[in-house]
């Protein structure tokens, strides 16, 4: 049974930082993909960041600059640093995984990746 924890969600003024991180519990071969989605109220799921198993990073262009994807390969955890936040940022963040080696990280497809959390709010205001 594969698990997906975020934490590091919360409130933070314009301006500030924030660090989430996701620990994946359980067999999984190997996440080769390893991404931090969005979700807004009323908006769709949305790619924020992704990072596949050889340290290729890809970001949403609005947060480019800003945030910083990192991932611990031995400890399956992967992070998402967040600097100079936006009220645009707020959303519920997701941490999600994927063990398919076929499919375009970069791309960041909701319908590539088998593996989620349950998400951890931010908030900027």
């Not at 409130?11 to 930082?17: H, K, L, N, R, T």
């Not at 596949?52 to 800003?66: A, L, M, P, W």
């Not at 963040?93 to 931010?122: H, I, P, R």
């Amino acid at each position: 049974h594969v698990q997906l924890v975020e934490s590091g969600g919360g409130s933070v003024q314009a301006g500030g930082s924030l660090r989430l991180s996701c620990v994946v519990s359980g067999y999984i071969y190997s996440s080769y993909c390893m991404g931090w989605f969005r979700q807004a109220p009323g908006k769709d799921r949305e790619g924020v960041a992704a990072m596949d198993i050889d340290g290729v990073t890809s970001y949403q262009d609005s947060v480019k600059g800003r945030f910083t994807i990192s991932r611990d390969n031995d400890k399956n955890t992967v992070h998402l640093q967040m600097n100079s936040l936006k009220p645009e940022d707020t959303a519920m963040y997701y941490c999600a995984a994927t063990s398919n080696w076929s499919v375009y990280c970069s791309e960041m497809k909701l319908s590539d990746f088998e593996y989620w959390g349950q998400g951890t709010q931010v908030t900027v205001s």
